[in-house]
């Protein structure tokens, strides 16, 4: 039998219907608590943000309206040319993209970088090289924000994708302050509908 998982953009690489499902959406509840948590410092000066897999811009658009200037990323140009053309993009906001894998990217310094269900979204060899690079690209007390794929997710395995189990993140989290870590499992269905088995680890880190 087909194995209808295999129709999902993660898998068919087909994201516009992904984008048109959940581009409207709000933004994602790490994002939120990462600019509260700015909001209740001083911001620094010439703070940036980064979007990583931004898709059609849910996360992007929130930083946007909450005054940070931002450096969006995506490999689909779908993803790119849906979040520019959005009507509620700030007017004059600060936005500039990059249409790169995050295994080719290149991120200026940054104290925000946000990657909501995007990052695992590269093959393992290269995951702890992105690490790397998110790592150094955030400033001293810099935050990330965003998801990571747990091992007992149903796609672990998959040809293209990264999982982790709990001493893997914490590994990944060392050298920064975690604020917010929430391990999650339950039976749902992807924004297709197709059932699955969501093991999600959602995480708020600042940078020590
Ligand atoms: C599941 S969507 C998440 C979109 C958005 N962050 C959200 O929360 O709705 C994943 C996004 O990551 C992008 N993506 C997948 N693999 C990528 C890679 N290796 N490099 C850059 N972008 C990638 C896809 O094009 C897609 O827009």
Known sequence: MADKTLSDPVFSGDWASYYEKTGQRPPRATLIRALD???????????????????SGRDT???LRRG???????????????LLARPDLPK??????QLARYEDMSLPQCDLINAAFSLPLCPPDAFPG??????DALRESGRFSGQLYGDRDSWAGREGMTFHDALEIDALLAG????YLEEKEEDSVTPRGTPKHWHIFH??????
């Open 176 to 179: 920064f302050e975690v604020e």
């Open 203 to 208: 995480i708020v880190a600042k940078k020590t």
């Open 130 to 135: 992105v690490w790397r690079k998110v790592h």
């Open 61 to 63: 658009i929130e930083i």
């Open 37 to 55: 948590s700015f909001d209740r410092e001083e911001r620094p000066d010439n703070a940036l943000a980064a979007d990583l897999g931004c898709g």
């Open 92 to 97: 004059n906001a600060h936005i500039d993209t």
């Open 68 to 82: 940070w200037p931002v450096h969006a990323v995506d490999a689909s140009r779908d993803a790119i040319d849906g």
